[in-house]
C-alpha cells in the first residue's frame, strides 16, 4: 500500500514564526502536491512538483514555499506564519504523468491541521 | 479556468438506503477525467471512483456509481445499499489530460458534501 506520511496531525503556532511541514511518500512517486482545505473551499492546490528539486506554483501559493531535495520528502514553508493561514493542510502524491492507470490516482496523508495564534 | 461545483453541503440517508451526491464542472476542455475522493473522519482522502470523458459508460465500483452527462457536465455519485462507514466528506475533482498549459497535471476539486448515514 502507498503511504503518504505528514509528520504532525496538530500543530499551534505563533504568528511570525516560520513553520514546516513535511511529508514523506514511500512509493517512489515523481509528483508531489500541498493543498490547504478550507470549509466551504474545498481544496485548493498550493505548491507541487514534478519531480526533485522542480517546483510550481499552484492556485494560491502566496505566503508559502517548498522544497523537494529528496524524492520521498517535499516540505511546505511558511516564511512568517499568519492567522489566514489556519487550516488543513493535506500532501499527496502520484506517479509521472504517462505512467498507465495509475496516473491518474492521487495518495493523500491524514493531513495537519495548523493553527496560528 | 476549470470550476467544480458540488451545490449540496450535506446530505443524509439512511443505512441501506440508496443516496445520490451532485456534481457539475464547467470547462472548455474535450477530454478529462473525472473523481469521487471520499474524506472519512479523521482519516486519509481515498479515491472512490473514476470516469475518463471520453468513455459513454458510467463507472462503477462496487456499490458506488457514477451518472455521467457530458453535455450537461455533470457527474453524480451514487451510493446504494448505504453503509455506516459511508459516513465522510465527499469531494468531486476534474483533471485535464491535454499536456501544456498552466492546468496539466493538477486537480481542481469541488467545495465537498459531507454525508451522514443514519442507522
Known amino acids: 500500500d502507498v503511504k503518504v506520511t505528514q509528520s504532525s496531525r496538530y500543530l499551534v503556532k505563533r504568528t511570525g514564526e516560520k513553520v514546516f511541514l513535511e511529508c514523506v511518500q514511500d512509493?517512489?512517486?515523481?509528483?508531489m502536491f500541498w493543498y490547504r482545505q478550507d470549509p466551504g473551499l474545498g481544496l485548493r492546490l498550493i505548491y507541487f512538483?514534478?519531480?526533485?528539486?522542480?517546483?510550481e506554483k499552484g492556485d494560491i501559493p502566496e505566503g508559502y514555499s517548498v522544497s523537494r531535495e529528496k524524492k520521498e520528502r517535499f516540505s511546505l514553508i511558511l516564511e512568517s506564519a499568519s492567522t489566514n493561514q489556519t487550516s488543513m493542510y493535506l500532501c499527496?502524491?502520484?506517479?509521472?504523468?504517462?505512467?498507465?492507470?495509475?496516473?491518474?490516482?492521487?495518495?493523500f496523508g491524514a493531513g495537519t491541521r495548523l493553527s496560528v495564534l | 479556468a476549470q470550476t467544480v461545483t458540488q451545490s449540496q453541503p450535506e446530505m443524509s440517508v439512511q443505512e441501506a438506503e440508496t443516496v445520490t451526491l451532485s456534481c457539475t464542472y464547467d470547462?472548455?476542455?474535450?477530454?478529462?477525467?473525472l473523481f469521487w475522493y471520499k474524506q472519512p473522519p479523521s482519516r486519509q482522502m481515498i479515491l472512490v471512483i473514476r470516469?475518463?470523458?471520453?468513455?459513454?459508460q458510467n463507472a462503477t465500483e462496487n456499490r458506488f456509481s457514477v451518472n455521467f452527462q457530458k453535455a450537461a457536465k455533470s457527474f453524480s455519485l451514487k451510493i446504494s445499499d448505504s453503509q455506516l462507514g459511508d459516513a465522510a466528506m465527499y469531494f468531486c475533482?476534474?483533471?485535464?489530460?491535454?499536456?501544456?498549459?498552466?492546468?496539466?497535471?493538477?486537480?481542481?476539486f469541488g467545495q465537498g458534501t459531507i454525508l451522514t448515514v443514519h442507522p
Open positions: 499527496a502524491s502520484r506517479v509521472g504523468l504517462g505512467v498507465g492507470v495509475a496516473k491518474n490516482i492521487q495518495y
Open positions: 512509493m517512489d512517486h515523481e509528483n
Open positions: 512538483s514534478y519531480d526533485v528539486k522542480m517546483k
Open positions: 470547462t472548455s476542455e474535450s477530454d478529462y477525467y
Open positions: 470516469q475518463e470523458a471520453y468513455k459513454q
Open positions: 475533482a476534474y483533471r485535464i489530460t491535454r499536456r501544456g498549459g498552466t492546468s496539466y497535471g493538477k486537480l481542481t
